[in-house]
C-alpha cells in the first residue's frame, strides 16, 4: 500500500467498517499520483505538501464516513460502470427552480414533463443562499451550506435528489468556486480583520499591485462592473473578475482549497450527482496575463477531481470553461497527456460555430474549426448545447477565420450585427451585451428562438417565416443531440419561448440584458404542447423526437469519436460518430434558406453499410440520381448496420 493509504488506513477501518475502508483505500491508491501530483505543483514551496495531502485525504473519509447508503450503492454502481453519464440515453435539461416552478418542491411536481421530453440529466441553476440584492443570478453566494429559502431547504434539495433518482434522473447544481459574496461569513471575517480569513482573497493595500494586474486583463462586464478590483473602505483593493460584491477567493491559500472541497463534499453527500465548477477558468492569477486558464487552476481542479472521487465516486464534475477554442478541451483533462479533470465541459465552440453557420448560411469555418481540434479524452464527454444562461460571446480564433477565408475580427462584428437587429434582413432577434468600447469586444443576449427568427416571423405573421425559424431550432438542436456530447435542452427552448419581454422590471435585473433570455416557465403555453398546430406543439415535438431517436443511437454516446466530413456543399454540415461499440452514424445539417442536395458517395465515405434513415427534419430522406436532397434549414441522421 502507497504513502497515504498506510497512514490513514487504520482511521478508515474504524471510520468506514472493513468493506467499505477497503473499498476507500483501493480508490486512495489509485488516486493517490492524482491527488499529490496537482498539490505539488500548486502549493509545492509554499507549503508542507504532504500534510496537506494528508488533511485534505483525511476530510474526503470524514465525508465518506457520513455518506447515506443510498448513496454508497449508486457510488458502487457507477465505479462498475464509469460511463454513466456518456451513455445516449442521457439528455440534459437546465433550468431555474423558483422561474420553472417557483421552488424545489415544486420541480418535484413536474418531473413528468421532463420525462416527457426524455430527460436524464436535470441542472438546476444556482440555489445556495445568495446575498440579498443584487446577486448576479445567484452567483454570489453567502451560504455554501444552506438552500436559498425562497427556494426550499437542504431537506428538500435531498428529497428532490432522492425523487429524481427513482426516475433515473441525475441532478447537477453549480458550486461557485471562484469568489463567494462579499456578506459570505469568511468575506465579513476578512473586512473585520479576523485573522486567518484576509488571505481567504486577494486584497491589496493600494493600487500598486491592481494596476500591473489590470495591465494585462480584460474585464468580463465592462458596462456594469468595469475594471477588476474594488475598493472597499477600510479594507483595501479587492479582486472582483465579476461584480463588485463577488470577491475572488485566494487559491495559493490552502485553506481556500480545503474550504472549497468540504463544501463539493457536503453537497455531494445531499445526493448531488454533478457539480458544475462555475468560472474554473479563473481560479489562479499570474501577473501579464489574463489570469485565465493558468496551469495551476487546472491542478487546482485535478486535485478537486481526485479527492471527491475518493469520497464519492459516483460525483462527477463539470467545468464552466467559456473559453477560446485552444484553452477548452484541457478542462476534460487533455494536456501533455492525460491529466483527469472534469468529466464534463461546456462545449463552447460547437455552440458558437452553429450560431456562425445559422447566420452566413456557410458551414466553411465550423467545418474547419471542429475538424481540426483535439478530440475529448475517453473517458470525458462534452456537454453539447445551443443556449444557456449567459450571452453568446464569439470565440472564433482569427487562424480559424483566415483558414475559412474571413477576417476574424470583422466577422465577429457581423455576428453581433447579425444577432443584435442590426443587421438589415437578419431574421434575428437578440441585442448586444457587455460591448466594451475600449476592445471593440461584444456579446449577445436572446432566446434561442428569439435569435432563430421566431419572434420575428410571429411579428410579422408570416407562416413560411415561422417553419423556417422553427426548422433552425430544430437543427440547432439536433447537432446538439447527435454530435457526441450529452445534449442540454435550455428550459424554454422545447417551446420555443422568445425573449422575456419584462426582463427589465426587476431593478436588480435592469443593467444585465442576460435576463431576456432567462423567461419563466409558461406553463400555458407548456400546455398547447399536444397541439400540433401550434408553436409550442411544433417546437416540443421537434426536441421530444430528437431525445427519442437519440436514446437509440449507440454511436451518440460519448467515449466514441466525432470526425467532419466536408460535403462539398458550403451549406451542409456533415459528421460521422464512431463508436468501438456500434455501427457508423451520419448526419447531415443544411444551413440554407433553400434546398441542398450532397453527392450520396459520402454514405461510403462514412463507412456506412446499408445505410438506413434513423430521424430528420420531415421524418423522410429523399436520394435522386446518387443525391440526397435537403430541404430549407433541415438535417437527417443515418445509421449503417
Ligand atoms: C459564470 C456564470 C455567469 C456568472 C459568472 C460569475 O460564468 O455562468 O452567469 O455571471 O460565472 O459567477
Ligand atoms: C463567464 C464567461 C463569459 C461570460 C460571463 C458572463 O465568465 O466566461 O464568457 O460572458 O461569464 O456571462
Not at 443562499?129 to 434539495?157: F, H, I, K, N, Q
Not at 462555475?278 to 477531481?305: M, Y
Not at 474549426?369 to 464569439?394: F, M, N, T
Amino acid at each position: 500500500m502507497a504513502g497515504l493509504a498506510v497512514a490513514i488506513e487504520a482511521e478508515a477501518r474504524r471510520r468506514l467498517g472493513a468493506d467499505e475502508a477497503d473499498a476507500f483505500l483501493a480508490r486512495l491508491e489509485q488516486l493517490t499520483f492524482d491527488i499529490l501530483e496537482p498539490l505539488e505543483h500548486v502549493y509545492g514551496g509554499r507549503t508542507d505538501c504532504g500534510q496537506l495531502a494528508a488533511d485534505l485525504v483525511g476530510d474526503a473519509l470524514e465525508a465518506a464516513a457520513a455518506r447515506p447508503p443510498a448513496l454508497r450503492r449508486l457510488d458502487r454502481r457507477r465505479e462498475i460502470d464509469p460511463a454513466w453519464f456518456q451513455r445516449s440515453r442521457m439528455i440534459g435539461y437546465v433550468c431555474y427552480a423558483d422561474r420553472f416552478a417557483g421552488s424545489l418542491p415544486g420541480v418535484g411536481g413536474h418531473l413528468d414533463y421532463l420525462a416527457e421530453l426524455g430527460v436524464s440529466y436535470l441542472h438546476l441553476m444556482p440555489l445556495l443562499r445568495p446575498r440579498p440584492g443584487e446577486s448576479d443570478g445567484d452567483y454570489a453566494v453567502e451560504d455554501y451550506g444552506a438552500v436559498d429559502p425562497r427556494l426550499g431547504t437542504m431537506a428538500d434539495l435531498e428529497d428532490l435528489a432522492a425523487s429524481l433518482h427513482e426516475r433515473g434522473i441525475a441532478l447537477c447544481i453549480d458550486v461557485v468556486l471562484n469568489h463567494t459574496a462579499a456578506e459570505h461569513e469568511w468575506a465579513r471575517k476578512a473586512a473585520a480583520g479576523e485573522p486567518g480569513y484576509r488571505d481567504m482573497y486577494l486584497i491589496f493595500g493600494d493600487r500598486a499591485e491592481p494596476d500591473r494586474y489590470e495591465a494585462s486583463l480584460p474585464e468580463v462586464f465592462p458596462g456594469a462592473a468595469p475594471g477588476n478590483f474594488t475598493q472597499v473602505p477600510g479594507v483595501g483593493w479587492v479582486w472582483t473578475t465579476f461584480h463588485d460584491y463577488q470577491w475572488d477567493l485566494n487559491y495559493a491559500n490552502p485553506a481556500v482549497l480545503r474550504a472549497m472541497l468540504a463544501v463539493m463534499l457536503a453537497l455531494a453527500n445531499r445526493g448531488v450527482d454533478v457539480l458544475r465548477l462555475d468560472a474554473a477558468p479563473f481560479l489562479w492569477k499570474r501577473q501579464g496575463t489574463d489570469c485565465q486558464n493558468q496551469p495551476e487552476a487546472h491542478s487546482i481542479v485535478q486535485a478537486l477531481r481526485a479527492l471527491t472521487r475518493l469520497a464519492a465516486p459516483g460525483l462527477a464534475l463539470k467545468a464552466e470553461a467559456i473559453v477560446g477554442p485552444e484553452q477548452l478541451v484541457q478542462y476534460l483533462g487533455a494536456h501533455d497527456r492525460y491529466r483527469p479533470e472534469c468529466d464534463l465541459a461546456y462545449d463552447n465552440q460547437l455552440m458558437v460555430m452553429l450560431w456562425s453557420a445559422l447566420a452566413t448560411r456557410d458551414v466553411r469555418l465550423a467545418e474547419h474549426a471542429l475538424g481540426r481540434r483535439r478530440p475529448a479524452p475517453a473517458p470525458a464527454a462534452w456537454v453539447s448545447y445551443v443556449r444557456c444562461h449567459d450571452d453568446i460571446g464569439w470565440a472564433v480564433s482569427d487562424a480559424d477565420a483566415a483558414a475559412a477565408g474571413l477576417d476574424g475580427a470583422a466577422h465577429r462584428r457581423f455576428l453581433t450585427e447579425f444577432y443584435s437587429r442590426r443587421f438589415p434582413g437578419s431574421f434575428a432577434r437578440g441585442e448586444v451585451f457587455g460591448h466594451n468600447r475600449a476592445t471593440g469586444d461584444a456579446r449577445i443576449s436572446g432566446s434561442a428562438a428569439a435569435l432563430c427568427g421566431v419572434e420575428s416571423a410571429l411579428a410579422a405573421g408570416d407562416q413560411d417565416q415561422l417553419t423556417a425559424a422553427l426548422r433552425r431550432l430544430e437543427s440547432l438542436y439536433a447537432v446538439a443531440f447527435s454530435f457526441g456530447g450529452i445534449p442540454l435542452i435550455y428550459s424554454g427552448d422545447e417551446l420555443a419561448l422568445g425573449n422575456d419581454p419584462r426582463w427589465d422590471a426587476d431593478p436588480g435585473h435592469a443593467h444585465d440584458n442576460r435576463w431576456m433570455h432567462r423567461p419563466p416557465m409558461n406553463w400555458a403555453a407548456a400546455a398547447r404542447r399536444a397541439d400540433p398546430g401550434s408553436v409550442e406543439g411544433r417546437a416540443f415535438a421537434a426536441m421530444a423526437g430528437l431525445a427519442r431517436a437519440r436514446r437509440e443511437l449507440l454511436a451518440l454516446r460519448s467515449g466514441g469519436h466525432t470526425q467532419i466530413l466536408p460535403t462539398g456543399n458550403r451549406s451542409v454540415l456533415a459528421y460521422r460518430r464512431v463508436h468501438p461499440r456500434s455501427a457508423p452514424f451520419l448526419a447531415l445539417t443544411c444551413f440554407s434558406d433553400t434546398g441542398q442536395s450532397v453527392d450520396a458517395g459520402i454514405l461510403d465515405r462514412a463507412g456506412m453499410h446499408e445505410p438506413r434513415h434513423v430521424h430528420s427534419t420531415a421524418g423522410q430522406l429523399t436520394l435522386t440520381a446518387g443525391r440526397i436532397e435537403l430541404e430549407p434549414w433541415s438535417f437527417a441522421w443515418l445509421a449503417g448496420r
